[in-house]
């Protein structure tokens, strides 16, 4: 009776059997490589709950391991943290609240979520490796700021029409515009001075990122039927993608881009109904993004962190309608059977060589998205290996 339900990771699973050796420098490394051989070399007890773990030795390069490597929460402290707060951050809580609540730090928290958006980017890209798209994509820019309202961003979100499903996303720093007081013009001069404007050309660039992503999983005996606002940064990004492609000599598919004015209704029947919901849902589950409020990210790297979890959360985890059935969106597109809990998700540790990431993953992964004012100051995760 629900012993069936009861689904092992790594460090609880009696027949875990390590599926690599998870030294990133070891040709094993990399999963299912033939002839791979690996020892068992006891096991050790963990001091703080006198927990026992299988430890392994691998005969190419004598590293040692153990059940508890393969796990995502492996050098945690708090070890059922990273589930729980990634639902808790899914559902509105500031980091300060979500402290308080678990009784840690706010820079344990920011940790946590920063840990938990690397291992969603993984998941993402594990779990849609091998998908193709066949449906419209509607894409758009979510506008937030990190650090000050002189710090706007775009997070570029890329969907499916039908499915909801959250494909891709990217950033783009901008220019603080719109209407200032001539005391918020001189700042914003004083600021450009020091550190620079941002690219008047990024949300074309991030834009260009996120499209160049996307084709790679539309076939190319396929139209990309690609629908947007009347933003006109979006048509340049269109060329700046295929003249990109013809230079590398990729073959893609023939892109129809639809526009939809931003004064059309904003209902069901609006070809952009599922970006329109995504950024509904993202600014009133994730309290950064929420308006008049102190819960803003500070840094554009922890609100891509943030966006991450928000992904995962949105196309796996949470039923595609409130009121409907136990559908979620990765259901939709056919990339999962069943709706997956957070426990699911950080089941197993993802290791980022086997993820093939683009350049800006590459950046998203090791937080190399600096937010400016901060200066040079800025933590990035160095990939360090398992132990
Ligand atoms: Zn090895």
Not at 74 to 96: E, F, M, Q, V
Not at 109 to 124: N, Q, S, Y
Request: hydrophobic share 35%.
């Amino acid at each position: 009776m629900g012993m069936m339900n009861i689904r092992h990771t790594p460090d609880t699973d009696p027949c875990f059997t390590p599926p690599h050796c998870p030294n990133q420098h070891c040709p094993f490394h990399m999963p299912e490589v033939p002839g791979w051989q690996w020892r068992p070399k006891g096991i050790y007890t963990r001091r703080s709950d006198q927990r026992s773990f299988r430890r392994f030795r691998c005969l190419h390069c004598s590293r040692t391991f153990s059940t508890r490597t393969f796990c995502s929460d492996y050098w945690l402290r708090k070890r059922d943290l990273l589930p729980k707060i990634a639902d808790i951050a899914s559902n509105g809580a500031g980091l300060r609240q979500i402290a308080r609540h678990y009784h840690v730090a706010h820079s344990t928290v920011a940790r946590l979520i920063a840990r938990g958006g690397r291992h969603c980017l993984l998941f993402h890209k594990a779990e849609t490796k091998n998908m193709k798209i066949a449906e419209p994509i509607a894409f758009d820019g979510f506008e937030t700021f990190e650090y000050s309202q002189f710090f706007p961003f775009h997070i570029n979100v890329a969907a499916g029409r039908d499915s909801w499903f959250l494909y891709e996303l990217t950033d783009s720093p901008l220019r603080r515009k719109g209407r200032m007081t001539p005391g918020q013009r001189r700042r914003r001069t004083e600021l450009e001075a020091e550190l620079g404007r941002p690219d008047p050309k990024a949300i074309e660039l991030g834009t260009a990122t996120l499209l160049w992503s996307l084709l790679e999983k539309i076939p190319i005996d396929q139209q990309a039927v690609l629908e947007s606002d009347e933003h006109p940064a979006y048509p340049r990004a269109i060329r700046r993608v295929v003249r990109e492609a013809e230079k590398v000599k990729r073959k893609v598919s023939t892109i129809i881009h639809r526009t939809i004015s931003s004064r059309a209704a904003r209902t069901r029947d609006n070809p952009l109904f599922a970006i329109n919901l995504a950024d509904l849902l993202f600014r009133h589950s994730h309290a950064n993004h929420r308006r008049e409020t102190i819960a803003f990210s500070k840094r554009r790297m922890a609100a891509i962190s943030r966006a991450q979890v928000f992904r995962v959360w949105r196309n796996w985890v949470k039923r595609r309608k409130e009121n409907g059935d136990d559908t979620t969106a990765a259901m939709a597109v056919g990339v999962a059977r069943g709706r997956l809990g957070w426990d699911d998700v950080f089941r197993c540790r993802l290791f980022p060589v086997h993820a093939e990431l683009a350049e800006f993953e590459c950046r998203y992964y090791a937080s190399e998205v600096f937010t400016a004012t901060l200066g040079k100051r800025q933590q990035v995760h160095k990939l360090r290996m398992a132990f």
